[in-house]
T-cell receptor, first 118, second 112 residues
Framework: DAGVTQSPTHLIKTRGQQVTLRCSPK?????VSWYQQALGQGPQFIFQ???????QRGNFPDRFSGHQFPNYSSELNVNALLLGDSALYLC?????????????????FGAGSRLTVL | DQQVKQNSPSLSVQEGRISILNCDYT??????FLWYKKYPAEGPTFLIS?????DKNEDGRFTVFLNKSAKHLSLHIVPSQPGDSAVYFC???????????FGKGTSLLVTP
């Protein structure tokens, strides 16, 4: 059973450029969340998508945008890249709320896309 | 503002002994608490969770304790094994399905 897959695994951009990261959720999952993990920090919530709509958003500027497709896959777009955007970007998926689970938001994470901005 | 804090960046424990990882939080609205484990070049993997209506949850070698009055939780691993060596993240959310707030992580090293 394939888990969460992300592409690309590594990429290098220069300041001012734009980047698109892609994510395919785990089979059976319909909700996708994106997190940014800077070096030495814990993951920081960017936003969550459900039914192709942004359902929650963290404290990130409008340069960060996303999209969810009918097949539940998702993209994260970052415009006007800054040096500080260099980080590991993690995609996570979770099961439909109606399916019994632990009661907590148990996310399944991908291995991430490491973005370096020069 | 960091709402979830893991004040020990690293911890070293001998194989077979108990590992205790600590986590403090500031937001009294948090209702769910989770621990994730992360190996290098992999995404975090879910380990164990606890809701605010409980004070203890056990799963095999892993036990999480929650002290709501102190806004503190801890993860106990007994006995510790070399394969447990990883970075452990504490996370919390206000409700099931809400965004997770993560701590900075504690790097655990279990030595033979």
């Amino acid at each position: 059973d394939a888990g969460v897959t992300q592409s690309p695994t590594h990429l290098i951009k220069t300041r001012g450029q734009q980047v698109t990261l892609r994510c395919s959720p785990k089979s059976g999952h319909d909700t996708v969340s994106w997190y940014q993990q800077a070096l030495g920090q814990g993951p920081q919530f960017i936003f969550q998508y459900y039914e192709e709509e942004e359902r929650q958003r963290g404290n990130f500027p409008d340069r960060f945008s996303g999209h969810q497709f009918p097949n539940y896959s998702s993209e994260l777009n970052v415009n006007a890249l800054l040096l500080g955007d260099s980080a590991l970007y993690l995609c996570a998926s979770s099961a439909p709320q109606g399916i019994p689970f632990s009661g907590a938001n148990v996310l399944t994470f991908g291995a991430g896309s490491r973005l370096t901005v020069l | 503002d960091q709402q979830v804090k893991q004040n020990s960046p690293s911890l070293s424990v001998q194989e077979g002994r108990i590992s205790i990882l600590n986590c403090d939080y500031t937001n009294s609205m948090f209702d769910y608490f989770l621990w994730y484990k992360k190996y290098p070049a992999e995404g975090p993997t879910f380990l164990i969770s606890i809701s605010s209506i409980k004070d203890k949850n056990e799963d095999g070698r892993f036990t999480v304790f929650l002290n709501k009055s102190a806004k503190h939780l801890s993860l106990h691993i007994v006995p510790s094994q070399p394969g447990d060596s990883a970075v452990y993240f504490c996370a919390a959310s206000e409700d099931s399905g809400y965004a997770l707030n993560f701590g900075k992580g504690t790097s655990l090293l279990v030595t033979p």
